[in-house]
């Protein structure tokens, strides 16, 4: 089992920055775990943002935040990050991290409790 927990977030005006974090505990990332972030604006389906495999930090990225967030990982304490500049009211949301212990798979086995971000304009 493993235990997710998201911190970082606030409320930042339109062009700011803010970093999430996302602390795993338990049971550890295999070679082939992969974490992902997620959100959810009020009203909308939750969708993807980000996500990178554990192991050799490969990542992938939503075409609306390429270029402006940025996800990495600490294998040391186990914590993966979500760098978001260049912050729109749009990008307003819940974010969620996840993780699966592989990458191929197509759900993820855990999930965050979430983190509130808002963009004032």
């Known amino acids: 089992q493993v235990q997710l927990a998201e911190s970082g977030g606030g409320l930042v005006q339109a062009g700011g920055s803010l970093r999430l974090s996302c602390a795993a505990s338990?049971?550890?990332?295999?070679?082939?775990?992969?974490l992902g972030w997620f959100r959810q604006a009020p009203g909308r389906e939750r969708e993807f943002v980000a996500s990178?495999?554990?192991?050799?930090?490969?990542?992938y990225y939503a075409d609306s935040v390429k270029g402006r967030f940025t996800i990495s990982r600490d294998d040391a304490k186990i914590t993966g990050y979500l760098q978001m500049n260049s912050l729109k009211p749009e990008d307003t949301a819940v974010y969620y991290c996840?993780?699966?212990?592989?990458?191929?798979?197509?759900?993820?086995?855990?999930w965050g409790q979430g983190t509130q971000v808002t963009v004032s304009s």
């Open positions: 996840a993780a699966k212990t592989q990458w191929w798979k197509s759900e993820y086995d855990y």
């Open positions: 990178i495999i554990w192991s050799h930090s490969s990542t």
């Open positions: 338990g049971r550890t990332f295999s070679s082939n775990g992969m």
